[in-house]
């Protein structure tokens, strides 16, 4: 079977964004396992890059604060 994985799914993995994160790991281990076969469009690889830095920065900024 052949899958188009959503942005989003990705994201939720990469992130490990609450509730989805357990079903987006097991997308991914049945890929690795061979079950099944997955792909991404080519702006699914710059969305999570520009939406994971921006979560970054975010995240960077919050522990700054909590500084002071």
Known sequence: MRILIDTNVV??????????????????AKIDAG?????I???????SITLSAKQGVRLLLKMQLHKF
């Open 11 to 28: 994201l939720d993995f990469l992130q490990a964004r609450e509730p989805f994160v357990e079903d987006a790991a097991k997308v991914f």
């Open 35 to 39: 079950e099944i076969e997955g792909f």
């Open 41 to 47: 469009a080519a702006t699914t690889i710059t969305n």
